[in-house]
């Protein structure tokens, strides 16, 4: 124990070696990079180094595969490529009673197709068949059936031949505001244009994955990418055809890449002989006709589209419209104006 004497002459630390304490017992902080690295086990630290090439080779392969596509589909809009032949097929059209359907299945005769016409409408269907029969004897058959009805499909599967090609082309327009548009023509509109490819690809598929081929095609609308006003409710049932059909895309190239899909996005379609007036538009695009959308269908089909809009240009000025802001695509559309209204209106029936 010090002495008062000891303790009164002891020096006091200099501040040097005070500092000289108080460093060494500092420690810098290490890199957190250093720290992750000396908290992972070298296996866990070996896989995740072999995910990421695996990734980045990943992005290369995209990169490079993203190149040939895009120089592939420039060729093909100049030099056509090779299609598969549609000669024997049985091929089962909704919609066939007038319009699109029936110039679809003209189309096909052309092709050497066995035709299953399908439409409630019995006089009108039953013409389409008689045309498709004028150009190869016994080629088409008319059956009348109610696509929105599930049972009513069952007994068609049970009375039709195995169906190689189903296209799915029903539908039903209205043009009016979502105030005006009735509750009925919604439900009807969702039934028909929806619902009914549900219950007839769930019906046809399994034979088409039995025997291990198939092609399944939808009628959609150039509506499908873009917006309108006075056809909300029919554009909600574009958009869900749309994307229902490149849902199916992703299950069957995994699943079933036997099974393709096609999926047709015409503009407005100028109404054929056979078709009433469904609306009016005033566009500053042309219409297409029927027979150029059914030619456009088919040689989809052919060439095993999976998408194809009428004209052909229309997907590309669509697509770089939905990457610009709002404000300037809103622009872009008044420019090149679509307006759609409905016939009442046309006739001074409503206000």
């Not at 109610?146 to 209205?174: C, F, H, R, W, Y």
């Not at 379609?269 to 469904?278: C, G, K, L, N, Y």
Request: glycine share 4%; with cysteine.
């Amino acid at each position: 124990m010090a002495t008062s004497e000891e303790v009164r002459h002891r020096k006091p630390a200099s501040p040097d070696s005070q500092d000289a304490t108080d460093m060494s017992s500092f420690r810098e902080p290490e890199p957190v990079f250093t720290r992750f690295i000396s908290m992972t086990s070298p296996k866990r630290l070996e896989r995740e180094l072999i995910d990421w090439i695996k990734f980045l080779a990943e992005l290369i392969y995209g990169l490079v595969l993203t190149v040939f596509y895009i120089i592939k589909e420039i060729i093909d809009l100049t030099v056509p490529p090779r299609q598969k032949s549609l000669q024997g097929e049985h091929v089962l059209v909704t919609g066939a009673a007038r319009g699109l359907g029936r110039e679809i299945c003209l189309r096909l005769v052309r092709e050497g197709c066995k035709i299953s016409a399908v439409d409630i409408l019995e006089d009108q269907v039953r013409e389409t068949v008689a045309l498709c029969n004028a150009m190869r004897p016994n080629c088409a058959t008319a059956y009348l059936y109610n696509i929105t009805d599930k049972k009513q499909i069952e007994a068609m599967v049970s009375e039709l031949e195995p169906v190689d090609i189903l296209i799915n082309n029903a539908g039903i327009v209205s043009g009016s505001s979502i105030l005006e548009v009735t509750d009925q023509q919604i439900q009807t509109m969702f039934d028909v244009n929806v619902m009914s490819h549900f219950w007839t690809i769930r019906a046809f598929l399994p034979g088409m994955i039995e025997r291990g081929k198939g092609h399944i095609a939808a009628t959609a609308s150039a509506a499908a990418f873009t917006q309108a006003e006075n056809i909300a409710p029919y554009t909600a049932t574009k958009y869900a055809v749309t994307g229902m059909m490149l849902c199916l895309r992703e299950e069957f190239r995994r699943a079933h890449p036997e099974i393709k899909i096609t999926t047709l996005h015409p503009f407005f379609i100028t109404p054929a002989a056979s078709s009433p007036e469904h609306w009016t538009v005033n566009s500053r695009l042309p219409d297409v006709t029927a027979a150029q959308s059914a030619d456009f269908m088919v040689d989809g089909i052919k060439k095993e589209k999976v998408t194809v809009t009428v004209p052909r240009h229309l997907y590309f000025l669509l697509q770089a419209l939905s990457w610009l802001p709002t404000p300037a695509g809103e622009i872009w559309r008044d420019i090149f104006y679509a307006r759609i209204d409905s016939l009442e209106k046309k006739n001074g029936k409503t206000p």
